[in-house]
């Protein structure tokens, strides 16, 4: 096997990059225990309660606290670290090693996004994509200083997410968000308020029934539909800001009364609430906050 066919090869095998991949638990199941026991394949560089693994170097026996509450355990291997030591580690977690001949050998990483508890049951349970990139997008605008808008050095951009992220996400990123790029050059566009809310609606909720299976979903819409249509048109804002100054108040009553008007739209009967209305009214919320 020439290197140019081995490197494709590895490349496609930790290629996993659709929104709802969990691409460890996608990996180990594509090889399957029998595959993974043979002798044509083995194993490495799996954290263990022996304390083989000290790549980290953190916490008790080569492993942190948080991988051994949160991680995915099998035998006394840890398969899947917590998402902060996957990050460390490139966003892989342990090695196959596939023999292709008695003198020739491939060591694929296994491409993982970290794992945490989930459920009732706390189960340990590995993020998909779509959660890695939420995970990810919070933990940044947790740490971003204030910026605003008209001062471009201050404004954060996608670069900041792509180099945190792994790369199987980036693509994932620009065709929901509609950025309209590919990961190279969106990387240098500027983000924006409500991309992160966006993407973290699209991620399932367990708890949640779907319409066809909850009965009282057509009885919900109905009310909802009723209260929105008897809303009557609403005159705001007109006492709120006298103690402002003259031109601030005015500044922001003109943001806030243009706010109303957007969701004064979206309810109506015709009216519609979707990702541009969203990002219109965090860019006004965003503008009255900087006043």
């Known amino acids: 096997m020439s290197l140019d066919s081995r490197e494709a ?18 990996f180990m199941e594509h090889l399957g225990q029998d595959h993974i026991d043979s002798t044509m394949n083995r194993v490495s560089g799996f954290p263990s309660v022996a304390g083989d693994w000290i790549a980290m170097g953190q916490g008790h026996e080569g492993i942190c606290q948080r991988c051994t509450n949160d991680g995915i355990w099998v035998n006394g291997v840890c398969w899947c670290g917590c998402l902060p030591c996957v990050q460390k580690n490139d966003w892989t977690w342990g090695d196959v090693i596939i ?29 998909t994509n779509l959660e890695t990139i939420v995970e990810t997008l919070s933990d940044m605008w947790d740490h971003i200083p204030d910026w605003s808008s008209e001062d471009p050095s201050t404004v954060p951009r996608w670069s900041q997410f792509f180099d945190a992220s792994p790369e199987r996400t980036h693509m994932i990123v620009c065709k929901e968000l509609n950025l309209w790029h590919m990961p190279e050059t969106a990387r240098h566009l500027a983000m924006e308020p ?60 003109e943001l806030c009364t243009e706010a109303q008007k957007l969701l004064d739209g979206t309810t109506g009967e015709e009216g519609v609430f979707n990702e541009e209305s969203y990002r219109l009214l965090s860019n006004l919320l965003m503008k009255i906050h900087q006043l």
């Open 9 to 26: 090869f590895k490349a496609h095998l930790q290629t996993y990059d659709q929104m709802h991949d969990q691409p460890s638990k996608m």
């Open 99 to 127: 023999v292709v001949s008695d003198d020739e050998s491939i060591i694929v990483p296994v491409p993982c996004n970290g794992a945490r508890l989930v459920g009732p049951d706390a189960v340990p349970t590995e993020y």
């Open 194 to 253: 409500g991309q992160p809310w966006v993407l973290q609606q699209m991620i399932p909720d367990p708890n949640v029934l779907e319409d066809d299976d909850d009965p009282r979903a057509p009885m919900m819409d109905d009310l909802i539909a009723t209260r929105i249509n008897g809303l009557e048109p609403r005159q705001l804002f007109q006492q709120a800001f006298q103690d402002d100054d003259e031109e601030e108040g005015d500044e922001r009553k």
